[in-house]
Nanobody
Framework: QVQLIESGGGLVQAGGSLRLSCAASGRSFNSLAWFRQAPGKEREFVAS????????AYADSVRGRFTISKDNAKNTVYLQMNSLEPDDSAVYYCAAKLVSTTSYLTDYNYWGQGTQVTVSS
């Protein structure tokens, strides 16, 4: 089992910044990722990082604005979100993948409870 606890969400004005954190505990994992889901929309991939090599991947919609990073000592992954837009408003979820697969978009085994991000215009 992997337990994931997200924090750092909140309300911010358009153009502002937020940093999300996800603390992981339990068994070891291959990678951590952030997904988001807005009301009435499907959950979508935001960013991921492999735990040992630190290889990152981003959705086109956030590349250049969001940065995913990790602290191995704290078993924590971060999502620095800059230049936020109202369309970034969603519940953000942290997810863990136990083994490497061919796609960074799928095959996540554990999910956190989510943290709300609201960007006002």
């Amino acid at each position: 089992q992997v337990q994931l606890i997200e924090s750092g969400g909140g309300l911010v004005q358009a153009g502002g910044s937020l940093r999300l954190s996800c603390a992981a505990s339990g068994r070891s994992f291959n990678s951590l990722a952030w997904f988001r889901q807005a009301p009435g929309k499907e959950r979508e991939f935001v960013a991921s990082v492999t735990w040992s090599l630190g290889i990152t991947a981003y959705a086109d919609s956030v590349r250049g604005r969001f940065t995913i990073s990790k602290d191995n000592a704290k078993n924590t992954v971060y999502l620095q979100m800059n230049s936020l837009e109202p369309d970034d408003s969603a519940v953000y979820y942290c997810a863990a993948k136990l083994v490497s697969t061919t796609s960074y978009l799928t095959d996540y085994n554990y999910w956190g409870q989510g943290t709300q991000v609201t960007v006002s215009s």
